[in-house]
């Protein structure tokens, strides 16, 4: 992590993942005038406004004709910068650019100088060089996003940055929520989830899909439960929005029984649970999957309950397999949608709508 400054890398250490969190914030509501406005580095950056905007782009590239869409990014170069594994994100932008028009290329940890020890500012310098408009950039240390976004000056799009954001996950599950319970997506509002409750479940602490999706769905009216064991969601969760104005009834709690929690919940929300993070914790994995998995029978109390993943799914560990199978599950959908909302964001970056 040589390469990051020493901002970013105190971030990244204090990293207590939520104790990090008020500096984290402060620094990001700068990032809107600090760094290209195309960038979406946090949640947080964006206002309500902005989350209704890219979800209209959405709707509006979603309907045009295929060729047409092929037009819409047409010359333009975007490069993705992956330092970390990726299946759903990495392609799903790659083929949202392409069906865009646009020329990709895409540099990795494994296949590129970045494995000879290259920094990340001189990559993204080279990548600039080389004529890329804009970098989608994943990164096991948080902060790296708007280092990058700093030294290049480029739109960068975060694609996952260490235990701190992952923006386009968050959006890409508010429109699959949004669709599934018919609500309007191309029309969001502060009370777009009125009455909507989320339960997320699972390794909170280490989650970025978590910190995005419990940023996000509260401001646009959704009440989100946090669900999971001490070791893994500490209490300090539930300040997350600390100093937010929440429109009525939404708002963010830990629940520590899934049951209870589930009980109230409209959508579950399952996270990948890693082994290795519950050693030297008082849970063993028996364990953990008794009390929450969200399995057969668990599902069949609640036939209305929408479930969700944002992979990879551990079949067996945080969900059954029936269970991620089931027409309850929104997985694939949330993959599909995944590809509808880089679009819009892409064109965002790009800078073709304002
Ligand atoms: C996650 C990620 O990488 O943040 N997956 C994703 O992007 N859809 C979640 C995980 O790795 O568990």
Not at 39 to 56: F, G, N, R
Not at 67 to 79: D, G, H, M, Y
Not at 261 to 272: G, K, N, P, S
Request: glycine fraction near 8%.
């Amino acid at each position: 992590m040589g390469t990051l400054t020493r901002e970013a890398a105190a971030r990244e250490g204090a990293a207590a993942f939520f104790a990090g969190g008020e500096s984290v914030n402060a620094n990001d509501h700068h990032a809107a005038k600090i760094y290209h406005p195309g960038s979406l580095l946090s949640v947080e950056d964006l206002s309500v406004a902005d989350v209704a905007e890219i979800l209209a782009t959405t709707s509006e590239l979603e309907a045009m004709d295929v060729s047409a869409r092929a037009k819409v990014l047409e010359r333009r170069t975007l490069a993705l910068l992956f330092y970390e594994s990726s299946t759903r994100t990495r392609t799903s932008f790659e083929l949202a650019a392409k069906s865009l028009g646009a020329t990709t290329t895409l540099v990795s940890d494994k296949s590129s100088s970045i494995e000879k020890g290259e920094s990340l500012k001189d990559t993204g310098l080279t990548l600039r060089a080389l004529g890329a408009e804009a970098i989608v950039l994943r990164h096991p240390a948080s902060g790296a996003p708007e280092l990058l976004a700093r030294v290049t000056g480029l739109p960068v799009l975060n694609a996952g940055d260490g235990m701190h954001q992952h923006p386009t996950q968050a959006l890409l599950d508010l429109r699959t929520i949004l669709l599934r319970l018919k609500r309007d997506a191309a029309r969001v509002t502060a009370d777009t989830l009125h009455g909507v409750t989320v339960v997320i479940t699972g390794d909170i602490k280490h989650s970025r899909v978590a910190r995005s999706n419990a940023m996000l769905l509260p401001r646009l009216g959704a009440k989100v439960i946090l669900c999971g064991p001490e070791e893994l969601l500490p209490e300090e969760a539930s300040d997350l929005l600390a100093g937010n104005e929440l429109p009525s009834g939404a708002g963010l709690e830990i629940v520590r029984d899934f049951d209870a929690a589930l009980a109230r919940a409209d959508v579950a929300m399952m996270l990948r649970i890693q082994k290795e993070r519950l050693l030297g914790t008082a849970l063993d994995l028996g364990e953990y999957v008794k009390r929450y998995q969200l399995n057969e029978a668990r599902l069949a109390q609640y036939p209305k309950l929408l479930v969700m993943h944002p992979g990879p799914i551990i079949r067996g560990l945080e969900i059954a397999g029936e269970v991620a199978d089931s027409p309850q599950s929104a997985i694939e959908e949330q993959v599909a949608q995944g590809l509808a909302v880089r679009r819009a964001v892409l064109v965002r970056a790009l800078g073709v709508r304002q």
